[in-house]
């Protein structure tokens, strides 16, 4: 009787390793990041084969993402010029311009530059800026990339009202005779920032940016070429020792040092579909990591 008992257990045991085998065979364990029901996660316990798809733009291979703004910071200063004597130095004074109300005002939000006369003296001069961080919240959940290339792009307008000053109703982009004129060229010029504005907000005044490295290029009017400051913040290209940088700056050409109110040249435009275009390539699994050139 008790060989029989024997007998039966272990045919249960038996059976039971088989299955608990054959279950174990749909499993396995991953370390890299996958989609597992709509949810990108690393597991560390065994996942049901059919559970599992890597989503496209983690596989191995050159992929694109057009990543949209996800913070930004407006900022402007403008210079103003006391009013001219009339008649010599002590005899009389000139009414020069007034500008409008505490700049920047209706123009918070655009960019470009612009100045003013009244008359024949210089009024006022002012620079705008736009600071834009991007949502890299996918790009960042790939562990292994080789960053090919990143383009900023953006749709370019003339902003809607510009009156700088009282009297002054300028054009927001005019030419230095205060004639609206085209500006196939656009107002807006890429830069990027040395400051770490999106973390801590500096001080009053413009943003201060980072010279000729890393290099931004321009392309076309509305089209930069900005490869190297996304390596060197989303990749492993910063040189040692170098500076981190943090998003775009979107600014107005010339400094406020640069302009003197001479003439009335206005270019100050609204900016809207910012974008940032990654392409990076994914190495196939078991391969060197490629690093950017």
Same mark, same amino acid.
């Given at each position: ?85 009339? =008649?010599?130095?002590l005899i009389g004074r000139g009414v020069t311009c007034v500008p409008i109300g505490k700049f920047p005002g209706h123009l918070s939000g655009t960019v470009g530059w612009g100045q003013s006369e009244w008359g024949d003296s210089p009024c006022m001069a002012a620079v705008l800026q736009l600071a834009v961080n991007f949502d890299t919240t996918k790009l960042d959940k790939i562990p292994v990339k080789v =960053? ?146």
């Open positions: 009787m008790s060989r029989r008992v024997s007998f039966r257990i272990a045919s249960r045991f038996s059976v039971a390793v088989r299955l608990s085998l054959a279950f174990a065979s749909t499993l396995f364990v991953v370390a890299d990041p996958l989609e597992v029901q709509g949810q990108i996660l690393r597991p560390k316990v065994p996942i049901p084969r059919e559970l599992i798809t890597l989503p496209e733009y983690m596989r191995p291979g050159q992929h694109t993402l057009s990543l949209d703004v996800a913070q930004s910071l407006s900022r402007a200063i403008d210079k103003r010029y006391k009013d001219v004597p009339v =008649i010599g130095l =960053i090919d290339r990143a383009i900023l792009t953006y749709d370019e307008s003339a902003a809607p009202i510009c009156p700088l000053v009282y009297g002054g109703p300028n054009a927001c982009w005019q030419s230095g005779q205060g004639i609206p004129e085209d500006k196939p060229d656009g107002c807006a010029v890429v830069r990027v920032p040395s400051v770490n504005w999106a973390e801590t907000v500096p001080p009053s005044g413009l943003i201060p940016y980072a010279g000729a490295s890393p290099a931004v290029n321009r392309i076309s009017a509305r089209e930069w070429d900005v490869t190297e400051p996304v390596r060197w913040q989303k990749g492993s290209a910063a040189p040692l020792g170098a500076s981190p940088t943090y998003g775009f700056l979107l600014s107005g050409g010339p400094s406020l040092d640069q302009l003197t109110a001479e003439d009335n040249t206005v270019c100050i435009s609204a900016l809207a579909n910012i974008k940032l275009h990654v392409t990076y390539t994914v190495p196939p699994e078991g391969e060197p990591f490629r690093a950017p050139r």
